[in-house]
């Protein structure tokens, strides 16, 4: 029998990392070093809204309660949220965002490639339409990765500062538990274990190219899947929802 | 269909929602129009939405649906040749054959479509829209839109 309990878990979790992740990217509009940043980063922000509307959607439909991807967004406190802990992070300085946005988006890519397969439609569709926006996410940031990298000796130590910092949220990207497995095994969820070997080695191709040392993995930090997050996601919900729970029937 | 073809890209005022490849098709049983987005988070979804929803009331259709399709992804290879005529005549460098491989560097030379010289350059690869991107000619000098192969 489908669960669909597990079903909408999992389109909540592929929906908040699009969402917190869109969010954060939003604060760069206007802020960024160069104009053709600031169209790049909103551009992936709006990428990645378009995407948590549409698994929110899904997650809303599955649920059957009557919320749909606006009412889960901005109706939802802290603890029920399930991305992942990297994508809610501060933006930092530019080399953090795009340590961030470079983990990220190639993580983004290898799921979204197996879920095109996924024995849920709904989830297959998603995946097949977002993947095509999203390398184009990979590709930039690894562009940037490179280019700070291997540049001057100022953008090289922020650079190297952004990845390891970021490194220790990567092992939740990959993260399974029983829900995932038992939807993997259905063949609805991808089995995120599969895709380490492939990201570990283009992390390391881009690395190699940038002349940036990879980071000792350190001790992983987890619990965003199971609501618990770090003090910043409180914050950005509260910039992001203070709009909608303030006047909760606004239209624009 | 016809109807449809009056109803402009809100973004590209020149070239119709047909010939972009956003209107999927029509169903009579139960009467809906189907339109796919181009990219997932295009802002102008909403609006196209909204256009095709009052061309078809002004046309009588008012019970006639809208319903919004994502599979198969819409890719540029769905803009029609007179859709890309009229890009191109807009000032905006069309899409050059098939939709974007996974590869996805098309560094293909793209013609600027103020004089035609194929000595360009991509400024940045994101632009006004999700669907352009920046180019300059190096000829003529002019910046330019290109419509980014997807």
Partial sequence: ???????????????????????????????????????????????????????????????????????????????????????????????????????FSTAQVALFDGLTASAEPRLAEIAAKAVKEVRYHAELAADWVIRLGDGTEESRTRMVDGIDWFWRFVDEMFEMDATERKLAAEGIAVDRSTLRAGFDAQVNAVMHEATLPLPEYPRPVLGGRRGHHSEHLGHLLATMQFLPRTYPNAVW | MSVLETVLDPEIPVVSIVDLGIVRGVRSDPPAVLITPTYTGCPATLAIEMAVRSALDEAGFGGVAIETVLSPPWSTEWISERGRAQLLAYGIAPPSGGAAKPGLRDHAAVACPRCGSHHTEEVSRFGSTPCKAQWRCLNCLEPFDRFKCH
């Fill in chain 1, 1 to 103: 029998m489908r669960d669909d309990n597990a079903l909408f878990e999992y389109a909540l979790r592929l929906g908040d990392d699009s969402l917190i992740l869109g969010q954060r990217l939003g604060e760069w509009c206007g802020h960024a070093p160069v104009l053709e940043v600031d169209l790049s980063l909103a551009n992936f922000a709006l990428d990645l809204i378009g995407q948590a509307t549409l698994f929110l959607g899904v997650a809303g439909a599955v649920e059957g309660k009557g919320r749909d991807a606006d009412r889960l967004a901005f109706h939802r406190d802290v603890l029920a949220f399930r991305n992942c802990l990297l994508v809610e992070q501060p933006n930092g300085d530019f080399a953090q965002t795009i340590a961030r946005q470079f983990l």
